[in-house]
């Protein structure tokens, strides 16, 4: 049996999908518990995963932000946030 493309976020306001929600808050947890994060980047780190997953004009430099943050995280985070960011916030994740 062939398993129907799903959509992540609703196509008419754009939010995400219960289950994209549910993996967008695994990864801000996952970041915030397993890293040694500063205020700074506990306070922005919900609305940089939201600009990469939604692909606003930020995603790129929230993409650098998360980039360095998980840094001091586990692999977990880096492999669920990867799953939706962009092909522009892609990018500049997966290079040095």
Not at 12 to 39: H, R, V, Y
Not at 41 to 69: F, Y
Not at 72 to 90: D, H, L, V
């Amino acid at each position: 049996m062939e398993s129907a493309d799903v959509p992540s976020f609703c196509p008419n306001c754009g939010k995400p999908s219960p289950w994209t929600n549910n993996k967008i808050m695994t990864a801000i947890q996952i970041l915030t518990e397993f890293g040694e994060l500063n205020d700074q980047e506990k306070k922005t780190i919900k609305q940089d995963i939201n600009n990469i997953v939604m692909d606003v004009p930020q995603a790129e430099l929230s993409a650098m932000r998360i980039k360095r943050i998980w840094e001091k995280c586990s692999r977990a985070g880096y492999e669920i946030i990867m799953e939706f960011a962009s092909r522009t916030a892609a990018k500049v994740l997966k290079n040095p």
